[in-house]
């Protein structure tokens, strides 16, 4: 996927699932992921319904984001756009890492059917715009 695709078929992601673009954004810490970084989407009939990306870039490792459209959960689409996304880091030289609450099991379930192997648990905080 290109940048061009965020209006196109990011736009059509059901409402919640936006969250996946936040980093997108010119003023964003990332200057666009999918231009630098790719993104890699699952299609049916010419609708996405998974899409799996960097969600923030370090200087050694990008961390791994992905959304799947409620109705297509489950169907091994977003694990097959992960294990593209974590490919491509990986060519790139660098490690893919997955940050998930601990409170999110289908995230954290995903993230071991990719290959993740949990780490350590961390409190974060994040500053920014309440939602």
Known sequence: ???????????????????ITDTWR???PNRAPAA????WGAFLQG???SV????????VHEDVA???VPEFRRAGLALACVGAVTGAIRRRGRIPTWTVP???????ALAEAAGFVPLR??????VGPVR
Do not use: C, F, H, K
């Not at 996927?1 to 969250?19: F, I, Y």
């Not at 799996?52 to 200087?59: F, M, P, V």
């Not at 648990?121 to 994040?126: G, H, L, M, R, S």
């Open 52 to 59: 799996a990306t960097t969600y923030l870039r370090g200087q």
């Open 66 to 68: 992905v959304v799947t």
């Open 47 to 49: 609708r996405l319904v």
């Open 102 to 108: 601990g409170s999110n099991g289908p995230s954290r």
């Open 121 to 126: 648990q961390e409190i974060v905080y994040w």
């Open 26 to 28: 010119p003023d964003g």
């Open 36 to 39: 630098a970084a790719g993104a």
């Open 1 to 19: 996927m290109t940048t061009a695709d965020e209006l196109a078929q990011l736009s059509g992601l059901a409402p919640g699932l936006d969250w």
